[in-house]
């Protein structure tokens, strides 16, 4: 299956512990190319489940890669 598809599959079903370790493990990947839709997805995701310490980090992690 396409990381992508799960990763999306997990934000869906509020499983964003889960989602958070799929999207480190795409970005070791050689094919990885930041994309701030993917970023956006998992951002509102952790918020929602009220995870705002998980998503200042990932916020911090876009502000360098770019």
Same mark, same amino acid.
């Given at each position: *299956? /396409? *990381?992508?598809a799960v990763l999306t599959e997990l934000e869906r079903q509020e499983e964003v512990? @889960? %989602? #958070?370790? #799929?999207?480190? #493990? *795409? +970005?070791? +990947?050689?094919? =990885?190319?930041? /994309? #701030?839709?993917? =970023?956006?997805? @998992?951002?509102? %995701? @952790? ?7 998980? %998503? *200042? ?10």
């Amino acid at each position: *299956m /396409d *990381m992508i598809a799960v990763l999306t599959e997990l934000e869906r079903q509020e499983e964003v512990t @889960l %989602a #958070v370790g #799929v999207f480190r #493990v *795409m +970005q070791k +990947q050689d094919w =990885y190319k930041p /994309d #701030v839709y993917l =970023y956006k997805d @998992l951002i509102i %995701a @952790l918020v929602k489940c009220k995870k705002m310490d998980d %998503a *200042m980090q990932l916020w911090e992690i876009v502000r360098k890669e770019d």
